[in-house]
T-cell receptor, first 112, second 115 residues
């Protein structure tokens, strides 16, 4: 059973702070990792994907992957109230069938 | 440049009735997924279509659920004899083909309420 674990939160941070969201996964052979943002009542949208160990930066977002420890994290710098949403971690294992496993998501609240 | 569309956006039905949910993927996308999301829960995988291959139905919760994809494009998810526990948001996603095209694009979802 492939599992992807996230702290459900809510994680509350002040505006301008760094928000750190974490995700652990059980399948050691996992190859692809994704972070989706889901606003309340809306559908998920991809914000970051990462495939190799280390950091990947895109604007205010940085994804960090550590395959040895089986965790992936998302850092949001200079958090804004508009970043308030649920962040879903998704993990895809190796092989030809592309069905990622989603975590339950972490709720982030950025307060002014 | 239309995205994934789903219809209806909302559906209220009575217990025991059948419902059909429709998904129009992004043109040219070969992969199509159905997920279910209950209030405050993560995404529950239901079924996956890839090109002309047999669909992966491993996530369907019971034989009341079925889905088809006609002509490699539009997909319909059918729930027979609906139960109250079927109430959820049903999300469809599509993805371009090839190993490097791994981004899933989600539709707006169909909110199903079974009374």
């Amino acid at each position: 059973q492939k599992e992807v674990e996230q702290n459900s939160g809510p994680l509350s941070v002040p505006e301008g702070a760094i928000a750190s969201l974490n995700c652990t996964y059980s399948d050691r052979g996992s190859q692809s990792f994704f972070w989706y943002r889901q606003y309340s009542g809306k559908s998920p949208e991809l914000i970051m994907s990462i495939y190799s160990n280390g950091d990947k930066e895109d604007g205010r977002f940085t994804a960090q992957l550590n395959k040895a420890s089986q965790y992936v994290s998302l850092l949001i710098r200079d958090s804004q109230p508009s970043d308030s949403a649920t962040y879903l971690c998704a993990v895809k294992g190796p092989g030809g069938s592309y069905i990622p496993t989603f975590g339950r998501g972490t709720s982030l609240i950025v307060h002014p | 440049g239309a995205g994934v569309s789903q219809s209806p956006s909302n559906k209220v039905t009575e217990k025991g009735k059948d419902v059909e949910l429709r998904c129009d993927p992004i043109s040219g996308h070969t992969a199509l997924y159905w997920y279910r999301q209950s209030l405050g829960q993560g995404l529950e995988f239901l079924i996956y279509f890839q090109g002309n291959s047999a669909p992966d139905k491993s996530g369907l919760p019971s034989d009341r659920f079925s889905a088809e994809r006609t002509g490699g494009s539009v997909s319909t998810l059918t729930i027979q004899r609906t139960q109250q526990e079927d109430s959820a948001v049903y999300l469809c996603a599509s993805r371009g083909g090839g190993a490097v095209q791994e981004t899933q694009y989600f539709g707006p979802g169909t909110r199903l309420l079974v009374l």
